[in-house]
């Protein structure tokens, strides 16, 4: 079982680039982070903006993708709902730092964040590395990899949603990338 699936620039630049110019007409807003039951913001962990692209035909394809990673990458979790992608917008000196995004659902809620994909829109940054905490010892002195395939438009990478990842602090320029959620019943 993989720790990951990447598909490096599986999607044209074109098209990513159409996103990018679709997402910057949204109303982006400060992004904030689930603590204790509350969204709240916290820049000392993420310090970016988000906006919410609703479009059933980018959903549509875009679970083309997760649905391949889920059984190439040997998880197959029972999923059954995508969430609304939102694409989130960085700047020289913004990050998210280590997260998971699993256990954002309240108790009324039947369905659990299982599987998460993050789609990179540019690629004229520097910084801004996606990384993932890999299945080691917590000692061990090796405890991420750097996912260089994601410094690229069109690169997708699909992960169980309760993996820890970050976005490390931008040097230069902007980088953009639209993530979605796959929700499933509890794991048992």
């Not at 699993?102 to 993050?118: F, I, T």
Request: with cysteine; aromatic share 12%; charged share 25%.
């Amino acid at each position: 079982m993989l720790m990951y699936y990447s598909m490096p620039e599986v999607l044209p630049k074109e098209f990513c680039n159409g996103l990018y110019n679709v997402a910057k007409e949204l109303d982006a807003v400060e992004a904030e982070v689930h603590k204790k039951g509350d969204s709240v913001r916290m820049d000392k962990i993420r310090n970016s903006r988000i906006a919410w692209l609703s479009d059933p035909e980018l959903m549509a394809m875009l679970q083309m993708f997760i649905e391949k990673a889920n059984i190439e990458a040997e998880w197959n979790f029972d999923v059954s709902q995508m969430e609304i992608p939102q694409i989130s917008f960085y700047t020289k000196g913004q990050k998210y730092d280590w997260h998971v995004d699993a256990g954002v659902e309240n108790s009324s809620e039947d369905l659990h964040r299982k599987l998460s994909l993050s789609l990179t829109l540019k690629d004229n940054f520097k910084g801004g590395d996606f990384q993932v905490q890999k299945w080691v010892h917590p000692q061990s002195g090796d405890r991420f990899s750097t996912l260089k395939e994601m410094r690229k438009a069109g690169s997708i990478v699909v992960f169980p949603s309760f993996v820890f990842h970050r976005v490390t602090k931008v040097l230069e320029g902007e980088r953009a990338s639209l993530v979605m959620w796959c929700r499933g019943c509890p794991f048992s």
